[in-house]
């Protein structure tokens, strides 16, 4: 079975999971019980779909708010960076308005993450480390195997903007 994870990361269990109530975080695929890799459509389960990686088909249904910011799950650019903090801030909005907000990437593990940890901090005022540990005890403990994302956090992303526009030589 080819789960394409990256150093033999297992693909999640679930399609999605509730890191605080009204937020949700989840993935394009999920392992069923037998140990296939099914895809995860999102149809009309949440008020908000926010995208850091998307596939045809996979939703969510219209009338459904989708926003899309595909980033890689590799060292982001300064946009990159920026279009992180909007979803993050824009998700924490919906949130805090009574909505439910999903935020997916290819796994749910990564990109989901920095953004979900993002919106934690903006919402409800958490350190990264209370952030990330929070989605690592909802999620999956393989949520963050991309350490860059969890420094760029402890770091904060305004600062790794800033580190990242320096274009400084090699």
């Known amino acids: 079975m080819n789960t394409r994870q990256k150093d033999h990361v297992p693909a999640p269990r679930t399609r999605w999971d509730e890191i605080r109530p009204g937020l949700w975080m989840g993935g394009h695929v999920w392992t069923d019980t037998t140990g296939l890799l099914r895809p995860v459509v999102v149809t009309d389960e949440f008020d908000l779909v926010v995208s850091a990686f998307t596939r045809p088909d996979h939703g969510p249904d219209p009338g459904v708010d989708h926003l899309v910011g595909e980033i890689p799950d590799a060292s982001l650019t300064p946009p990159q960076i920026r279009t992180v903090q909007t979803l993050a801030t824009t998700t924490a909005d919906a949130v805090r308005d ?62 790794t903007y800033v580190l990242t526009d320096l274009n400084l030589p090699d």
């Open 98 to 159: 009574g909505r439910t907000a999903l935020v997916r990437c290819y796994s749910g593990y990564n990109r989901s993450g920095l953004i979900v940890a993002q919106t934690l901090m903006e919402l409800d005022g958490l350190e990264a480390e209370e952030a990330i540990d929070l989605i690592r005890r909802r999620r999956s403990s393989w949520a963050f195997n991309n350490g860059l994302f969890e420094h760029y956090l402890t770091t904060g992303l305004d600062i």
